[in-house]
């Protein structure tokens, strides 16, 4: 499973990747909750990388298999 973010005022969106067993609804419901609460988005990938970005900084949240049969995404705008 992949994870792009793009961040405003960033030109690079961020690129995670986790096994492809992850809990996507589990991702979506982290994602939507940290988005609402305005806190941190902390996420660790598959290689244990830990990323934490602002809520109020995210522009939008893709997540998608390797295959994109099922695309999920958030938008603040």
């Known amino acids: ?3 792009r973010i793009g ?5 690079k969106e961020i ?9 996507r609804d589990a991702l979506v419901k982290q994602v939507e909750q ?3 609460s ?3 988005l902390w ?3 598959r290689r244990g990388r830990r990323v934490g970005i602002p809520s109020a900084k995210v522009a939008y949240v893709e997540i998608s298999g390797r ?3 099922r ?5 603040s705008g």
Request: charged fraction near 35%; proline fraction near 6%.
């Open 1 to 3: 499973m992949e994870v």
């Open 7 to 11: 961040v405003t005022y960033a030109p």
């Open 15 to 23: 690129e995670l990747e986790f096994p492809e067993d992850a809990d």
């Open 34 to 36: 940290a988005i609402a």
């Open 38 to 40: 305005d806190a941190i």
């Open 43 to 45: 996420l660790t990938d």
């Open 67 to 69: 295959d994109d049969e």
């Open 71 to 75: 695309r999920v995404g958030f938008s």
